[in-house]
């Protein structure tokens, strides 16, 4: 069965600082990942997604993720984090490219300070 | 506004009643997901339609809960005879069922509350 893990579940950066977010998946055959964002009151926003090519994908807001077959991981990262980016942060996996069932992970919560 | 719509937004109910939501997805969507969110977990798929017709669903969608889809445009997720348990943000996506173009699009979510 497929599985997402993100070990952080808050984070907390200073505005203007690198930005990364960290998930592994488990499942055995080629992982179709995604990232979204949500803010309170806003539903799920795609930030990027991965299919399959070139392993590092950028995305919007200026977000970018690498998938590391190696190590089953796909993680969020953002060069300089504005206080618009604070939010929740969720990992998924589905099985197809298709667009079948997303599995998520548990979120982390990005906190920004001034 | 062509989004995923879900009403109502909000719902406060006591226990042991009934209540439905609609979702009305993005129009050229065919497949319509619906997912459960409870505080500090990520959204839990519950089940999925394409056009009409229900091809999966959940272990976390016990008999008390029923979906469907009649016409292949807009669902209702009915939860009968709720209890407690069933608290939680009931969000709806609709995606294109194309290769690669399996990007879900997800509304804003009903918030339900039963005391």
């Known amino acids: 069965a497929q599985s997402v893990t993100q070990p952080d579940i808050h984070i907390t950066v200073s505005e203007g600082a690198s930005l990364e977010l960290r998930c592994n998946y488990s499942?055995?055959?080629?992982?179709?990942l995604f990232w979204y964002v949500q803010s309170p009151g806003q539903g799920l926003q795609l930030l990027l997604k991965?299919?399959?090519?070139?392993?590092l994908v950028q995305g919007i807001k200026g977000f970018e993720a690498e998938f590391k077959r190696s190590q089953s991981s796909f993680n969020l990262r953002k060069p300089s984090v504005h206080w618009s980016d604070a939010a929740e942060y969720f990992c998924a996996v589905d099985r197809t490219e298709y667009g079948n069932k997303l599995v998520f992970g548990a979120g982390t919560i990005l906190r920004v300070k001034s | 506004d062509t989004g995923v719509s879900q009403n109502p937004r909000h719902k406060i109910t006591k226990r042991g009643q009934n209540v439905t939501f609609r979702c009305d997805p993005i129009?050229?969507?065919?497949?319509l997901y619906w997912y459960r969110q409870t505080l500090g977990q990520g959204p839990e798929f519950l089940t999925y339609?394409?056009?009409?017709?229900?091809?999966?669903k959940s272990r976390l969608l016990s008999d008390r809960f029923s979906a469907e889809r009649p016409k292949g445009s807009f669902s209702t997720l009915e939860i009968q005879r709720t209890e407690q348990g069933d608290s939680a943000m009931y969000l709806c996506?609709?995606?294109?069922?194309?290769?690669?173009?399996?990007?879900?699009?997800f509304g804003p979510g009903t918030r339900l509350t039963v005391l």
């Open positions: 129009s050229e969507h065919n497949r």
């Open positions: 991965y299919f399959s090519g070139d392993t």
């Open positions: 996506a609709s995606s294109v069922n194309r290769l690669r173009l399996g990007e879900q699009f």
């Open positions: 499942y055995g055959a080629t992982p179709y």
């Open positions: 339609f394409q056009n009409e017709a229900q091809l999966e």
